[in-house]
């Protein structure tokens, strides 16, 4: 298993482009949420799935759109990107959709930079 | 609104010693988790406690909690150079999704 898979690894944008990092999971985890970690803010949910054709958002979702069309695969689109939008983003799975809170699986990171 | 704060934010040990990383959160919680976070790359789930645990162990890893103050430790014991990493608490936000509060994390390095 390729657990969870995430791409680019890096990507530079110029404000006002538009964007999509890629995340694929092989465990038929049921949820799936993106994250972004920024220096001294931990980590912040932006938008989550609870299953295919789910949706909702998190702590910070400006600016940010998801879908999730098939259970492995939770891309998240960057409408119109901001300098404000450099961090680094996590895509992270789980089994258990709430309740038991079961492990995230996260991978390893889209590191993206807006100029 | 960042539910956890870890406590030192940067901790230098020997190998051998003992680390302690501390975290104390805002609101009730069904369990807590920590994660560890390798220099780039992304976070693995180390342990979980839940709200009616107070102590739980795994291999080299003691957590304690203590709901009446709102706060968590983690012991790493005999430490390694291998454990160089940065140590994150998790703890539910009570939505009924499996959403996470991650608080800023402890910069652990074992110095060989």
């Known amino acids: 298993n390729a657990g969870v898979t995430q791409t680019p690894k890096f990507q530079v944008l110029k404000t006002g482009q538009s964007m999509t990092l890629q995340c694929a999971q092989d465990m038929n985890h049921e949820y799936m949420s993106w994250y972004r970690q920024d220096p001294g803010m931990g980590l912040r949910l932006i938008h989550y799935?609870?299953?295919?054709?789910?949706?909702d958002q998190g702590e910070v979702p400006n600016g940010y759109n998801v879908s999730r069309s098939t259970t492995e695969d939770f891309p998240l689109r960057l409408l119109s990107a901001a300098p404000s939008q450099t961090s680094v983003y996590f895509c992270a799975s789980s089994y258990s959709t709430g309740g038991d809170n079961s492990p995230l699986h996260f991978g390893n990171g889209t590191r993206l930079t807006v100029t | 609104s960042q539910q956890g704060e870890e406590d030192p934010q940067a901790l230098s040990i020997q190998e051998g010693e003992n680390a302690t990383m501390n975290c104390s959160y805002k609101?009730?919680?069904?369990?807590l988790q920590w994660y560890r976070q390798n220099s780039g790359r992304g976070l693995v789930h180390l342990i979980l406690i839940r709200s009616n645990e107070r102590e739980k162990h795994s291999g080299r890893l003691r957590v304690t909690l203590d709901t009446s103050k709102k706060s968590s430790s983690l012991l790493i014991t005999a430490s390694r150079a291998a454990d160089t990493a940065s140590y994150f608490c998790a703890t539910d936000t009570l939505t009924g999704a499996n959403n996470l509060f991650f608080g800023t994390g402890t910069r652990l390095t074992v110095i060989p």
């Open positions: 799935s609870v299953g295919a054709g789910i949706t």
């Open positions: 609101t009730s919680i069904n369990n």
